[in-house]
């Protein structure tokens, strides 16, 4: 018999979530109508921030954000050499300059004195570091309140990207922040692409605490149009509307939120099903621990485990090389298994196009150190019990040869 295919993610799509959709589809807004504010009030919910505008993609919401942080031609920003491309170019489409900062190779999360390094190559360049993105890498939440610490100090907006991220928390003061929540980031991302916590197809949203960034990316979002009165220079009749900037049209329709609303109710349940999963494979890979160890998740942080990257033990004085070659023969075992790994992510440095465009410099360790070894492990909420304990006997059984 043939075994059950494994992707590395994989969407969750009910009945009822199918049936809001059609709901929608029979209704009278495709697009701009109720249901994206609906879908607003829940991504804003359960970030725990005021505000929420939900835009086409993640992509979208970074680029949205960094507008709205004024990123432009003269000015940089810094993000983790770790991540979705996405991350970086949303700084390039704003017309910014990007630098990406080194991460630590245990969590894969971005090393803030390298960020500090990068923004000080970016004023030897004469730009100044408008924004830090750090990203929430797997799901657990990088180190929020030291990136803050520094923007304060170089007067630039933390945009946390929090793609990976909804529905975890870290412990800060004695408190729990949430991913999102703005407590010491001035915007937040997410995206709703299928493999993430909870999907609308394609779609993504910022949020902010900030009432002005809120305002400013409702307008970016469509064409830079307004209709509201206060906003407005003059008014010409009820039909008036004005374009006040250069925006986008980064809209999200009625029917995507229909199913991003149905599948916001069932995120908590997501996130515990992924946690139970990932701490299957903890305790499953304890027993191989010598040749393989789970990404460290940072001490306070509750990850939401978007995704669950295991990474091999380098041997003593092994080459970056040789543990690649190990990676890839363990890769191709798990394949030959009908489990689909995924390795997140190639740095973005070694990308030819940052290479092209000079944008690759620094020192990346750390990326290369982490890059070399990891590979993503099937999680999914549908998986079950025994799905894990599969991957895992064809990993014991693959670094066994
Ligand atoms: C860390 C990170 N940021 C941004 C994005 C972009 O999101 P989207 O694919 O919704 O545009 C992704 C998507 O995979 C991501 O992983």
Same mark, same amino acid.
């Given at each position: 018999?043939?075994?059950?295919?494994?992707?590395?993610?994989?969407?969750?799509?009910?009945?009822?979530?199918?049936?809001?959709?059609?709901?929608?589809?029979?209704?009278?807004?495709?697009?701009?109508?109720? !249901?994206?504010?609906?879908?607003?009030?829940?991504?804003?919910?359960?970030?725990?921030?005021?505000?929420?505008?939900?835009?086409?993609?993640?992509?979208? @919401?970074?680029?949205?954000?960094?507008? @709205?942080?004024?990123?432009?031609?003269?000015?940089?920003?810094?993000? =983790?050499?770790?991540?979705?491309?996405? =991350?970086?170019?949303?700084?390039?489409?704003?017309?910014?300059?990007?630098?990406?900062?080194?991460?630590?190779?245990?969590?894969?999360?971005?090393?803030?004195?390298?960020?500090?390094?990068?923004?000080?190559?970016?004023?030897?360049?004469?730009?100044?570091?408008?924004?830090?993105?750090?990203?929430?890498?797997?799901?657990?939440?990088?180190?929020?309140?030291?990136?803050?610490?520094?923007?304060?100090?170089?007067?630039?907006?933390?945009?946390?990207?929090?793609?990976? =991220?909804?529905?975890?928390?870290?412990?800060?003061?004695?408190?729990?922040?949430? @991913?999102?929540?703005?407590?010491?980031?001035?915007?937040?991302?997410?995206?709703?692409?299928?493999?993430?916590?909870? !999907?609308?197809?394609?779609?993504?949203?910022?949020?902010?605490?900030?009432?002005?960034?809120?305002?400013?990316?409702?307008?970016?979002?469509?064409?830079?149009?307004?209709?509201?009165?206060?906003?407005? !220079?003059?008014?010409?009749?009820?039909?008036?509307?004005?374009?006040?900037?250069?925006?986008?049209?980064?809209?999200?329709?009625?029917?995507?939120?229909?199913?991003?609303?149905?599948?916001?109710?069932?995120?908590?349940?997501?996130?515990?099903?992924?946690?139970?999963?990932?701490?299957?494979?903890?305790?499953?890979?304890?027993?191989?621990?010598?040749?393989?160890?789970?990404?460290?998740?940072?001490?306070?942080? !509750?990850?939401?485990?978007?995704?669950?990257?295991?990474?091999?033990?380098?041997?003593?004085?092994?080459?970056?090389?040789?543990?690649?070659?190990?990676?890839?023969?363990?890769?191709?075992?798990?394949?030959?298994? @009908?489990?689909?790994?995924?390795?997140?992510?190639?740095?973005?440095?070694?990308?030819?196009?940052?290479?092209?465009?000079?944008?690759?410099?620094?020192?990346?360790?750390?990326?290369?150190?982490?890059?070399?070894?990891?590979?993503?492990?099937?999680?999914?909420?549908?998986?079950?019990?025994?799905?894990?304990?599969?991957?895992?006997?064809?990993?014991?059984?693959?670094?066994?040869?």
């Amino acid at each position: 018999m043939s075994q059950r295919l494994l992707p590395y993610g994989r969407q969750l799509i009910d009945d009822d979530d199918v049936a809001a959709v059609v709901e929608t589809l029979r209704g009278d807004w495709l697009t701009q109508g109720p !249901t994206v504010a609906r879908f607003e009030g829940a991504v804003a919910e359960v970030a725990g921030a005021r505000y929420a505008v939900a835009v086409a993609s993640g992509t979208a @919401a970074l680029h949205l954000a960094c507008l @709205a942080a004024g990123v432009r031609a003269g000015v940089g920003g810094v993000t =983790s050499d770790i991540t979705f491309v996405a =991350s970086a170019n949303a700084i390039r489409y704003a017309g910014g300059a990007p630098r990406l900062a080194d991460v630590d190779p245990e969590t894969a999360l971005v090393r803030v004195d390298s960020m500090r390094a990068a923004a000080n190559d970016l004023a030897r360049a004469g730009q100044a570091t408008r924004v830090l993105i750090p990203v929430d890498f797997s799901g657990a939440i990088a180190d929020l309140p030291a990136v803050r610490a520094l923007a304060d100090e170089l007067g630039a907006i933390v945009i946390e990207d929090a793609a990976h =991220s909804l529905g975890a928390s870290y412990e800060h003061d004695g408190r729990a922040h949430r @991913a999102g929540s703005g407590s010491h980031a001035h915007m937040a991302i997410f995206s709703f692409h299928p493999v993430k916590h909870v !999907t609308t197809c394609e779609g993504g949203a910022i949020v902010t605490n900030d009432e002005g960034a809120y305002r400013e990316l409702l307008e970016l979002r469509t064409h830079g149009i307004t209709k509201d009165p206060a906003r407005l !220079t003059r008014n010409e009749g009820p039909w008036y509307y004005e374009q006040r900037t250069l925006g986008y049209h980064y809209r999200i329709t009625d029917v995507q939120c229909a199913l991003g609303l149905s599948q916001m109710r069932k995120a908590a349940r997501f996130v515990e099903r992924r946690r139970e999963l990932a701490a299957r494979y903890d305790r499953a890979l304890a027993a191989l621990a010598d040749r393989i160890v789970p990404l460290r998740v940072r001490p306070g942080v !509750t990850s939401s485990y978007h995704l669950y990257v295991a990474r091999l033990v380098p041997r003593d004085r092994e080459a970056l090389e040789s543990v690649a070659a190990r990676r890839l023969a363990l890769y191709t075992a798990l394949r030959e298994a @009908a489990i689909l790994p995924q390795v997140h992510y190639i740095p973005v440095h070694r990308q030819p196009d940052f290479v092209a465009s000079g944008l690759s410099g620094g020192v990346f360790d750390g990326a290369e150190r982490y890059y070399a070894g990891c590979l993503s492990l099937p999680l999914f909420p549908a998986m079950e019990d025994a799905d894990v304990d599969r991957v895992v006997d064809v990993i014991a059984t693959a670094l066994a040869r």
